[in-house]
């Protein structure tokens, strides 16, 4: 099955420190491009990709063609499942966000993240009562394990019963460490969005092929492997990439093709469109959210053709 995501931009109304940008190659946080929206809606109608799209950002009710992107996602596919911080200018007049977001119905999925360092508990506990209230599709209702989160907080979030979730940090802790290792690195006092164990189980594999790809240094593999991956990332410089690590440090040694080439003609790495997947050579390792979303091999260079014998007198 095919994953498709849109990154419609990469600046935020945050600057959280444990975000996935804040230490890639290239810090994005800031970063003014924003996806072209026509360029998007045409290149999706003619190549589907998926059955469902999800779209992140940054933050991307900041972009200014926000609710026009939404209307035009509505047109093309019967899930959106859309990711936000639930701050910044779009939600101010929260009445009236609420009204939109009843228009565009359950089709919408709303998965929603609790930053504390930049917004009021009490405000983003009633922003999801209500939204729930309304009959809005909420989904996820989370914050990730940091520092920021204060036990505090986290009793009160919980305590809300707004169905909160505890996100697992993985990547590099501030001791130098790959998080998640052994369940002594996991908050347990409250429920999780998803199991740790994926990582803690698979720890080995987990720091070969995650040796943190926001960490400088860290982050070239020392043989190239040959990546299988069903991920179809369309980011806001309006190119189309592979995986998490090369969207958001906006590689372009990885960059798959444009979405302005619609018949896709002239992308990079071929698109299997029954199979579902990208076949590449990568010489990068991953983001933890990439991690056991990729299949990888040994890579092996195709064959020089080999010429028949020679015919003997």
């Not at 009490?122 to 809005?136: E, Q």
Request: glycine share 4%; charged share 25%; net charge positive.
């Amino acid at each position: 099955m095919a994953y498709l995501l849109v990154i419609t931009n990469l600046y935020c109304n945050h600057q959280c420190s444990y975000c996935i940008q804040e230490q890639s190659s290239l810090d994005v946080r800031q970063n003014p491009k924003r996806v072209d929206v026509p360029s998007l809606l045409n290149f999706l109608q003619h190549n589907r990709i998926a059955r469902s799209i999800k779209v992140a950002g940054g933050e991307s009710s900041l972009h200014p063609d926000f609710e026009p992107m939404m209307e035009g996602f509505l047109k093309l596919y019967k899930k959106i499942v859309f990711t936000t911080n639930l701050n910044g200018k779009w939600y101010k007049d929260f009445d009236q966000a609420l009204d939109t977001m009843e228009r565009w119905g359950r089709k919408v999925q709303w998965n929603t993240t609790y930053h504390p360092k930049w917004m009021d508990t009490d405000l983003y506990i009633d922003r999801v009562k209500r939204m729930k209230a309304r009959g809005i599709n909420v989904d996820q209702v989370t914050s990730t394990d940091t520092d920021d989160l204060t036990d505090a907080i986290a009793q009160k979030l919980h305590a809300a019963k707004i169905n909160w979730r505890l996100q697992t940090f993985t990547g590099r802790g501030a001791d130098g460490r790959m998080r998640p290792q052994t369940m002594s690195d996991i908050n347990q006092k409250y429920p999780q969005l998803y199991n740790p164990a994926k990582f803690i189980n698979n720890y080995e594999e987990y720091l070969e092929e995650c040796e943190d790809a926001n960490y400088k240094g860290k982050d070239i593999r020392p043989r190239m492997i040959e990546c299988v991956t069903s991920r179809f990332l369309i980011g806001p410089d309006n190119f189309v990439y592979p995986c998490h690590r090369h969207l958001y440090a906006q590689d372009p040694a990885y960059r798959c093709g444009s979405i302005h080439d619609v018949e896709m003609k002239d992308f990079k790495y071929h698109w299997q469109p029954f199979m579902k997947r990208w076949v590449l050579p990568c010489h990068t390792k991953c983001n933890a959210c990439d991690f056991k979303a990729v299949k990888i091999r040994p890579y092996r260079r195709p064959r020089a053709a080999q010429r028949p014998a020679p015919v003997s007198a």
